[in-house]
């Protein structure tokens, strides 16, 4: 009986002894499995990290570019074309910002040329006037010999007008 006792529990031992092997492979297959899809996890998600940043850097880099050259052209004193706004991101926002101040420009220059058109209008006035006044100052000089003392000093300011009337003009042409 003993014999038989411990060909049994030698039985038993074996079998345990087996089962915990089968189980020991079982787990290292499992934990090779896990390790598998954990880099594959790893590199997929690394790829994908990669891929959303470069398209966030791209979308950045292409915005930031775009409004460089609106600046640029800005700058240059081109104020004709339109600046186009598609996104609303911060990108949108300093896009919509330079075409407020392109529109703001456009005014300014536009109340500039109005005032220097009035200032050349003005001065064309101011010139003919003068041109007139000494026409008649000529005239009155010839027939009055008598005073002419008072008429040196009259062509005298006569004169002074014209000046002032060419620097005028001078100045209505530099504006």
């Known amino acids: 009986i003993t014999d038989a006792y411990i060909a049994a529990t030698q039985e038993l031992v074996e079998g345990e002894g087996q089962d915990v092997a089968k189980a020991q492979a079982e787990v ?7 390790y598998t899809l954990g880099a594959i996890l790893i590199v997929l998600a690394v790829a994908a990290a990669t891929l959303i940043s470069w398209r966030l850097a791209r979308g950045i880099t292409q915005g930031v570019e775009s409004a460089r050259n609106v600046a640029q052209r800005i700058g240059a004193g081109d104020l004709s074309q339109p600046i186009a706004v598609s996104t609303k991101d911060e990108i949108g926002q300093l896009l919509t910002s330079l075409r407020d101040m392109q529109d703001s420009l456009v005014t300014v220059v536009r109340t500039v040329r109005q005032g220097s058109d009035s200032v050349a ?12 006044l000494s026409m008649r100052t000529e005239s009155q000089a010839s027939a009055l ?14 004169q002074q007008n014209a000046d ?3 620097q005028a003009r001078e100045l209505s042409v530099g504006a």
């Open 28 to 34: 290292r297959d499992m934990f090779i499995q896990l």
């Open 164 to 166: 002032n009337a060419r």
């Open 121 to 132: 209008l003005s001065s064309a006035e101011i010139a003919h006037g003068n041109q007139d």
């Open 145 to 158: 010999e008598e005073t002419s003392a008072s008429m040196e000093q009259l062509g005298s300011t006569v």
